[in-house]
């Protein structure tokens, strides 16, 4: 999905396939595919999958890789790629006409990132998209070309090589992520974890599989995959892949024996573990992962209610419970932060709140630029919300695990801190098995998987356990 470019060295990249007719213009439709991605996430705030699966359709399986990787690796080297353009034109980019900025994103991507093509391919590629959706009248693809044409010869090596990393600052322009991301993180992980963590998020993320229990084991599945894996030995359940592999395309998941699912979130059902003949509640579901993960760590026998608010996002979890043969995952549309009217019956509970999402910006190549400071601080409070209810859900003895797919203390071990507070009847069950293996670099009971550490998305897991009288906990 990424680039494997750092610090000036190229990857390949297939050269693409004779060009398209864009308008009167012939354009490769890889470039023309990747450069409607860019204004659409940009100019519209859509979604570069969507946009990307929109665009790509009358692609063949060639050019729609090489789309891909254009488009979310521009999408995603936005801020280094539009220091370069600030330095290389001589104006900030804001200043830019919307199709010539996304013309000179998309050209230095390549020219920077990728190699296989000619340059000047790119350039005349990238001018003529300026050319075509631009207004010619202000010489927007001429600005084009001059820029594309020095940045070619000026090179990667040049260009990428003299930017630094020393401070929050210039981690943040090197590596491409909003600057209070870094500051975050500066602060919280320390300057080298940071740093290494921003250039894990622009590296392509390892596919993992999930063998589904309830209908196939590992090593079967193992041998009818038409690409190479390896096992975690930490989780019996996962396959990690050697390759690329058409997941939607396989019988293998049409028949429930698979689900993408990173390593990290299969840890999360391990950390509740729960037990055959339980009630299980899973709050904010969809689409189910976890969910039917829980069905199989309890062999089907057993209760998942399974919360999901959105309507659409519920009938998907319905639909995916079908096809991994959860029998016991029963579906209940309703607002997880809301009191629920059976109280505390449950021996296990799932709090998987909406996060900002920090731990997954390898896979989303967009998130970073969504994401906000101010949403994280409304984020927070959603979760507290949800997580109170999820609590009083709980029966005495029962066990609660919190968890989000993000790198945020504010909205982990903060958000754990504070519960505690006001909870005296919850303590903190250490995750020794766990912690060991991915241990949190502030609080020792409370487990943290990093991108850069694990080679799996990063997240965070408390597991908690009500008890009788008031005791409290200490992370």
Not at 7 to 18: D, F, S, V
Not at 133 to 147: D, P, Q, Y
Not at 199 to 211: F, S, T
Request: hydrophobic share 45%.
């Amino acid at each position: 999905m990424t680039d494997r470019a750092s610090r000036g060295n190229r990857a390949p990249a297939r050269q693409p396939r004779p060009r398209a007719t864009t308008g009167t213009v012939a354009v490769a439709p890889a470039r023309s595919c990747a450069y409607a991605v860019l204004r659409r996430v940009f100019e519209q705030g859509a979604y570069a999958d969507r946009a990307l699966q929109s665009h790509a359709r009358e692609l063949d399986a060639r050019d729609r890789a090489l789309a891909m990787r254009l488009a979310y690796g521009a999408v995603q080297r936005r801020g280094t790629l539009d220091h370069l353009i600030e330095h290389l034109a001589g104006r900030p980019p804001a200043k830019l006409d919307a199709p010539v900025l996304a013309a000179l994103r998309l050209g230095l991507y390549e020219l920077l990132y990728l190699s296989g093509a000619p340059d000047r391919a790119v350039v005349a590629d990238c001018v003529q998209l300026a050319k075509i959706h631009g207004l010619e009248r202000r010489g927007g693809h001429g600005l084009v070309n001059a820029v594309l044409r020095r940045a070619a010869r000026e090179g990667a090596e040049s260009l990428l090589g003299g930017l630094r990393d020393d401070t929050p600052e210039h981690a943040a322009i090197a590596h491409s992520h909003p600057p209070w991301v870094a500051r975050l993180w500066w602060e919280q992980l320390g300057a080298d974890d940071a740093r290494a963590l921003m250039a894990a998020d622009n590296q392509p993320g390892e596919l993992a599989l999930r063998v589904n229990a309830l209908c196939a084991d590992p090593s079967t599945v193992a041998r009818e995959l038409d690409v190479a894996t390896h096992i975690d030995p930490e989780l019996p359940e996962a396959l990690v892949l050697d390759g690329p592999f058409d997941l939607h395309g396989s019988e293998l998941w049409a028949r429930g024996a698979i689900l993408a699912q990173s390593r990290a979130a299969m840890l999360v059902a391990h950390a509740l573990d729960p037990q055959p003949g339980e009630r299980v509640l899973d709050l904010c579901a969809a689409p189910g992962g976890k969910s039917t993960h829980l069905a199989a760590l309890m062999e089907d026998r057993g209760e998942v209610v399974a919360v999901e608010r959105n309507r659409a996002r519920a009938k998907e979890l319905q639909e995916n419970a079908r096809r991994l043969h959860a029998h016991s995952v029963r579906v209940q549309l309703a607002d997880a932060a809301l009191p629920r009217a059976e109280g505390a019956v449950f021996d296990r509970v799932l709090v998987d709140p909406p996060c900002s999402g920090l731990g997954t910006l390898q896979a989303r190549a967009d998130l970073r630029w969504r994401v906000t400071a101010a949403h994280v601080r409304e984020l927070v409070r959603i979760q507290a919300q949800i997580l109170a209810q999820g609590a009083r859900a709980l029966r005495p003895g029962g066990v609660l695990v919190y968890s989000t797919c993000t790198i945020s203390a504010i909205e982990n071990e903060q958000q754990i801190e504070s519960f505690l507070h006001g909870n005296s009847d919850f303590v903190i069950d250490d995750l020794t098995d766990l912690r060991q293996i991915h241990p949190h670099p502030r609080a020792r009971k409370l487990v943290l998987t990093m991108p850069h550490r694990e080679r799996t998305a990063g997240f965070f897991i408390a597991r908690l356990r009500r008890v009788n009288g008031s005791r409290g906990g200490r992370l």
